[in-house]
């Protein structure tokens, strides 16, 4: 009985610490991501998974008004994001490519050094704790670039799990090597892009 209760405890450990297979891609809209946190959503870790694949089909253009939606959703917001004044820096940095590694950072096996490489389409979350509050649970989970886990604010809602507050995933992080090594190199000519030549106007 104590053996079969050990091996319990060290797969309910496992299972919370990296949560996230990820579908084989993000939602392709809305109306998919809506269905999925009907029964994703019903699980803190779930629903974080999913505020974070919110995330990144609004870092993608092509995809951002949709990920505009999700977003609202997974935050339980009564208005459109672009239209809250409380959520200005977190609109201004996901519409600004130079903060997006903040996001990415969130990922399982990103680093500073791999520049926080990662696939939105496929990534797991690393979940360290829970803390209850009053009327919500912070639930906290590593970046890769912050010295210590990062916590959402996660309240349930009719039997489903919202993100009500996310000020500490858009809050800085180490830079990416890559963003280091620009800096460090910005004097150096070698290091400058080549941008491709202009075509020559044609002449009549």
Known sequence: MKRILLWGLVIGALLF????????ALPKDYREFKARYQEEGRTMEGAAHLYFEAVFSYLNESTRAEGAKMLRYAMYLPMPLEQSNNYRTFVERLNDSDFHYIFRSFAAGTTPENSYAMSPHNFK???????????????????????????????????????????????????????????????????????PKPEQEKTN
């Open 17 to 24: 610490g990296v949560y996230g297979e990820a579908m084989a």
């Open 125 to 195: 979350l690393d979940f360290v704790s829970k803390r209850k509050e009053s009327d919500f649970i912070q639930l906290f989970l590593r970046s890769s670039g912050a010295d210590s886990p990062r916590s959402l604010w996660m309240q349930e809602q009719n039997g489903l799990w919202y993100t009500i507050n996310n000020a500490s995933t858009y809050a800085q992080v180490r830079e990416p090597k890559t963003a280091v090594d620009a800096r460090r190199n910005a004097h150096d000519a070698d290091y400058d892009v080549l941008l």
